[in-house]
């Protein structure tokens, strides 16, 4: 069944600045940019007085469940361009202890159950995503912060790949190393 017409207005905050040109939404506020390209023949983008028009007539389901998630889309990008985004992950370690270091673009994980071979791991968008290794008396913490919901999250989750066990021999309950995301975007995961 079709719906006539569907339309919502986003509004956008004082200190946020938001243009609309070939197709391109940039997004920018006091604590970055983000940019992202929004395109469907049947569904109208438009920035006008202080809000963000999505509108579509006659939608169908796939119509009404992408405009959806450009709203969702919308929403992440206004907020991140006021308060960034922050993941934080947590080296773990019960034997041998692990060193993380972050060098230019790359994360070189030493001692990793002990091996010789550091694992290097390079990651992508460090230009508009922040990494920082919070070293404490006992703990090192990761922190991936950014303005982008996605970025941040696809750096994040790279991070924590980086240390997982590819062997089917051992037993995950029992060895317990590696880097693990604990906060993700505004939600303490070990609370769920």
Excluded at 6 to 33: D, Q, T
Excluded at 118 to 130: F, G, H
């Amino acid at each position: 069944m079709r719906i006539p017409i569907i339309k919502y207005e986003i509004p956008i905050p004082e200190n946020v600045k938001v243009s609309y040109e070939n197709n391109i939404l940039k997004v920018s506020g006091p604590k970055g940019e983000v940019e992202r390209k929004f395109y469907h023949p049947l569904i109208k983008l438009s920035v006008n007085d202080n809000k963000i028009i999505l509108e579509t007539y006659f939608a169908t389901r796939r119509e009404k469940r992408l405009i959806n998630t450009w709203r969702s889309h919308i929403k992440n990008m206004l907020e991140g361009v006021q308060n960034p985004f922050v993941y934080r992950l947590k080296v773990c370690y019960t034997h041998f202890p692990m060193r993380v270091k972050l060098e230019g673009n790359k994360l070189i994980v030493e001692n990793f159950l002990g091996e010789k071979a550091p694992i290097i791991k390079e990651l992508p968008y460090l230009d508009k995503v922040k990494v920082k290794i919070e070293q404490n008396k006992d703990e090192t913490e990761i922190v991936v912060e950014s303005p982008d919901k996605e970025k941040a999250g696809i750096v994040a989750s790279m991070i924590e790949q980086s240390t997982r066990f590819l062997h089917k021999r051992k037993d995950r309950r029992r060895f317990t190393d590696g880097i693990w995301l604990y906060y993700k975007a505004g939600k303490n995961i070990l609370e769920e």
